[in-house]
């Protein structure tokens, strides 16, 4: 499968609605598309499965190592993979995006914001190209897509102005229904906030799908199977056991799940969703995984429904459960809102949780077991990331399953509430840490 990188000079230039041009351009040139997204983000990609019908991969070498990363590209389907980028093309000591497009040895495409300038277009894209000797990375930028640019001579003098090595491979129209709103912790989700499908064609259509065709190349491949690994040693369990049965709570308050993870998670145990914030209770089930999201945006619906006192009771005869971020948030003794309000929660976790206005954490983070914990074993390192604008204030005698070796933590240096067979955590993790594997593993006894 080809591929090439959409990356950006910055946030919030416009590289989500680059990427979904591209995406809905391939599809009516009738090419079979694979989006991806580098770094750890969940909600760019909810943007691109609504364009593509198909899950996003998450490519970051932080959380999956090199191999990781060439494994979960190659379990992608599709002619051409188009890979959005976070943040600024180098921006990221951990996973930059220029990290990413060097892993994989594909091209690098400048999504520049052309809103207020022309020859200025083409210097700042020859001057992230120079860069890349300044870096550890191999980094091939090859081409400019000229996000908010008018059509004429604003597009004329982008283009005359590039040098032969940067390819002009069209551009985006500056059009209020071109813009996603954002929140607290990023862009609306895609099934919040679809763009226009007119509009997005008329996006489509200024690309020069051709160009982007052309440039798009085989990555380095994995130096495996792409199947095997912590995602894919088979189903994990003996000939003629019964798999698990693992509640996930998936609705508009638990929305953030790596495609990885659900993928290993179906290979090893039978997934069935709950929806809490909708009114479901908890079905029966072997374990309980509750995966980050917006729970301070639906407090109130939790609190009345009957899914958490379910998850309580559960939780404390002995049930696992696993919450990550929002999860660890419901699990929490009260949740106060922004405004003000406060919600009983499960009660699980010896903890008050409150959000705030600014982000508390936003980093990737490494994680040491203290222990023997729900996700590790004693001595174990785990990778993830954290972006939260809530605290936790926990009890003094709160027991805790980790030591941050890098990152925030829910308390400082020590991070992953632990109570019965119950962790709470703050960090996001992928499949490729082995995490769910152990949780599993631990479901099973």
């Not at 943040?87 to 040895?105: E, F, K, P």
Request: aromatic share 4%; charged share 25%.
């Amino acid at each position: 499968m080809r591929g090439l990188v959409l990356a950006g000079t910055a946030s919030g230039v416009g590289k989500t609605v680059a990427t979904l041009a591209a995406l809905r351009a391939f599809e009516a040139a009738g090419r079979t598309v694979q989006p991806a997204k580098a770094g750890p983000d969940f909600i760019d990609p909810s943007h691109h499965v609504r364009v593509a019908d198909r899950p996003s991969r998450t490519l970051d070498p932080w959380l999956q190592g090199e191999g990781g990363l060439r494994r979960n590209y190659a379990r992608g389907d599709g002619d051409v993979c188009v890979i959005e980028g976070m943040m600024g093309l180098y921006d990221g000591d951990a996973a930059s995006t220029a990290g990413v497009a060097a892993a994989l040895d594909l091209p690098v495409v400048l999504v520049v914001d052309a809103s207020a300038g022309m020859e200025s277009v083409a210097a700042t894209a020859l001057g992230f190209a120079a860069y890349a000797d300044r870096t550890p990375h191999e980094v091939d930028v090859a081409g400019v897509i000229a996000q908010r640019a008018h059509g004429g001579r604003h597009a004329d003098g982008i283009r005359e102005a590039l040098p032969d090595e940067l390819a002009y491979c069209g551009r985006v129209p500056p059009r209020e229904d071109l813009e996603i709103p954002d929140r607290h912790l990023g862009l609306r989700m895609g099934e919040e906030t679809p763009l226009d499908e007119a509009a997005l064609d008329a996006a489509a259509e200024t690309l020069r799908t051709d160009r982007l065709l052309d440039m798009a190349r085989e990555p380095t491949p994995p130096t495996d199977d792409p199947a095997a690994g912590k995602t894919g040693e088979g189903d994990g369990s003996g000939a003629g056991d019964e798999p698990p049965r693992i509640a996930v709570a998936d609705d508009a308050a638990f929305r953030f799940v790596y495609p990885a993870t659900r993928e290993r998670l179906a290979e090893r145990a039978t997934v069935v969703p709950f929806a809490p914030a909708a009114g479901d209770d908890l079905p029966p089930c072997d374990g309980v995984y509750l995966p980050g999201g917006y729970p301070e945006l639906h407090a109130a619906a939790l609190a009345e429904g009957p899914a958490l006192g379910s998850i309580a009771d559960a939780a404390a005869e002995g049930t696992p459960v696993l919450g990550e971020c929002g999860g660890l948030m419901a699990l929490a003794e009260t949740l106060t809102t922004v405004d003000g309000e406060t919600h009983e929660m499960a009660g699980v976790l010896p903890a008050s949780v409150e959000r705030r206005e600014r982000y508390q954490a936003l980093d990737h983070v490494e994680l040491r077991a203290r222990r023997d914990a729900l996700t590790a074993s004693a001595g174990e390192r785990l990778r993830g990331h954290e972006f939260h604008y809530s605290a936790a204030d926990v009890a003094p005698d709160a027991r805790f399953a980790f030591d941050v070796e890098r990152g925030t933590g829910i308390d400082g240096d020590r991070e992953g509430l632990v109570e019965h067979r119950t962790l709470g955590t703050y960090c996001h993790l992928h499949a490729a840490s082995g995490a769910f594997d152990a949780f599993l593993d631990e479901v099973k006894g």
